[in-house]
């Protein structure tokens, strides 16, 4: 069973600056796809970034591009969020997710695990 667990959320005003980290136990970390998707209050949890096996490939919504940087050490068994550049319409719980396939990435129903979420608020 594998286990997520993020961390590096905050409070950061606009503009600013936030790392996020995603520590992942109990599996293989170098056999999942992983990938960042984030939930404001009242809206379905929607895609930010993935990132292959081996990080040869890195995919981003929109809205990311740019700004945001998806990064993995399989040696720490931990997935990385870099985030610049911050907007207010940021604002969202952010959660790392695990999977074995590449497939549909930037859907959530494909992801097997997840973790418990760390909150981003940025103030403007």
């Known amino acids: 069973q594998v286990r997520l667990v993020e961390s590096g959320g905050g409070l950061v005003q606009a503009g600013g600056s936030l790392r996020l980290s995603c520590a992942s136990s109990?599996?293989?970390?170098?056999?999942?796809?992983m990938g960042w998707f984030r939930q404001a209050p009242g809206k379905e949890r929607e895609f930010v970034a993935a990132?292959?096996?081996?990080?040869?490939?890195?995919y981003y919504r929109d809205s990311a591009k740019g700004r945001f940087t998806i990064s993995r050490d399989n040696a720490k068994n931990t997935v990385y969020l870099q985030m610049n550049s911050l907007k207010p319409e940021d604002t969202a719980v952010y959660y790392c997710?695990?999977?074995?396939?590449?497939?549909?990435?930037?859907?959530?129903?494909?992801?097997?695990?997840w973790g418990q979420g760390t909150q981003v608020t940025v103030s403007s």
């Open positions: 990132i292959t096996w081996t990080g040869g490939r890195t």
């Open positions: 109990g599996g293989t970390f170098s056999t999942y796809v």
């Open positions: 997710a695990a999977r074995q396939y590449l497939g549909d990435y930037d859907r959530p129903n494909g992801y097997n695990y």
